[in-house]
């Protein structure tokens, strides 16, 4: 207690998120009289008898509790509810403007508008408002940009960055800024999976170099990439680099000397290695021909873990022998991850017998929706198989692909409290969802565009910062595609890159209820062989 309107204090949790300390400052609309501690974690303050009504603001900071004070002050200056509620409901009002939609059921409009939501309450800013934050070295840092916290990158990689960096790029820069920040204090390397300024190291792979080229890819460039390469080539070059303690790229030595490792691992790996090789990433900017050629070099290395014999995707042992077809798998089964190579499709189509043998062992992935970790059909409810209905655009069957979805969405999701199909993971599932019922899907890491489906609602106006892109003509009934018109002229390909659409854009669907005509089944989406 530091006044008879005010209680301040610290927490240091220790569990999954070690050594966190939250600062706070409590204000209080009327003085206690009172104030007992139970132990070290919870506190009893004794007010007059006649107060009735209690307003309280609470100030946070991982720095100080001065700084906690200051917080409060800044964003919460005066104590009163009601205005502090409107206040709020303006601004969120605002944020969800950013993509309106029409047409659709009240529940498809009430999932849209929760997925969005979701999309936007992470990542979470970290720095106070005098620009101080507790960096990854835990020493107190001041920024110029706006650090942020709470960082999935393994789920976010896939939807949620490209959906931050179109919608608001000067955010996403700073969620760029603050990785380079954490890896600058903490070792040199990029991390996996931040919560406050703490490296957890959860999931695999090496997922922060793809956030970092998919946000460049989508507009959000406000920053120097050089500095940021050298730190994906670290994570990408250096056995044995880490952040804080979590080693970033287990088994790099073996797949840098071998071409293989486990396998979700090393098509996480690859994926990363594509992203920063791609012209639209950091590494473009920089310049450096030579290591895009050697990043490509390594993307391809996927082929080394196709086993003719099984006809799949396998992890090997150091010497070059196959491990038993099950195993390496992370959350997910041998049949989800084969498609993890989401920018050589043509390249895995081709190594697996042709389109007729891809489809048909697509055919038997969708045969149901709701695998666990374990089960070999489709997992709506994790990351590893979220772009999986797309890649039938890779093989001219965009009719497969919006029955998919359309299943998929009226399947799995629900305006019920328990209508999501798993963990939102920070934002990851609601951006699927999002973009799922606008048709555009960020198929391809570091490559600024999309591979298209049938929008679900009549008319979609996504609000840029150079023009919005409006979308006319879709379906939740009429799920087939037939005929597409970008800005007035006709347009026969499932893929569309994002130069056209940054700008501003108009896309008139022509859809039917029965697969018919010829659209997307001879212009497919680019792959990178």
Sequence with gaps: RTAPYELVGMRRTQGWVPDQYVFFAARFSEPFA??????????????????????????????????????????V??????????RAVGQWRKALGDIVVEGGSRDEMTNFYTAQYHTKLTPNLMSDVNGEYMGADFRVHRSRSKQYTSFSN????????????????????????????????????????????????????????????????????????FPLFQIMRRNAEVPGAKSQDVEERPGLKQYLEKGYYNASEQLEYTSSDFAITMGQSALHACGDEFASWRYFHYAR??????????????????????????????????????????????????????????????DEVFVRLDAGYNDPWFASGNEPSFHIPWVY?????????????????NEQYTSAPDGLPGNDDLGTMGAWYVFAC????????????????????????????????????GSEKQIYTTALKLDGKPYGSTWIGWDALRNGATLEYTTSAKPSGNWGRTQLPPSYE
């Design 154 to 225: 393994w789920d976010t990689y896939r939807t949620q960055i490209q959906l931050l960096s179109m919608l608001a790029p000067d955010v996403a820069s700073d969620v760029v800024l603050s990785h380079q920040h954490f890896a600058e204090q903490s070792g040199g390397a990029f991390p996996r999976w931040v919560m406050a300024n703490i490296e957890t190291g959860i999931m695999q792979g090496d997922p922060t170099p793809i956030l970092i080229a998919n946000a460049w890819a989508f507009g959000a460039q406000d920053y120097d990439p």
């Design 438 to 473: 606008t048709g555009l899907y960020p198929m391809i890491p570091g490559v600024g565009g999309f591979t298209l489906s049938t929008p679900v609602f009549d008319k979609v106006v996504i609000h840029l910062k150079h023009g919005d892109i409006t979308i006319t003509g």
């Design 393 to 409: 655009n890779w093989l001219g069957r965009p009719d497969k692909t919006s029955k998919v979805i359309n299943r998929i969405l």
């Design 301 to 362: 290395s996927w082929k080394n873990l196709y086993n003719p014999q099984t006809g799949w995707l396998q992890s090997r042992n150091a010497d070059g022998s196959w491990k038993p077809l099950g195993e390496d798998w992370r959350e997910s089964t041998y049949k989800n991850y084969f498609w993890m190579v989401p920018y050589d499709l043509a390249g895995l189509i081709e190594t697996m017998g042709g389109k007729a043998a891809a489809e048909k062992r697509l």
């Design 34 to 75: 009172d104030v007992q501690l139970l132990g070290d974690k919870q506190a009893v303050l004794t007010f007059a008898p006649d107060v009735r009504t209690l307003t309280i603001a609470v100030g946070l900071s991982s720095v100080s509790v001065e700084n906690a004070r200051m917080n409060s002050l800044a964003e």
């Design 77 to 86: 200056p005066e104590l009163d509810f009601d205005a502090v509620h409107a």
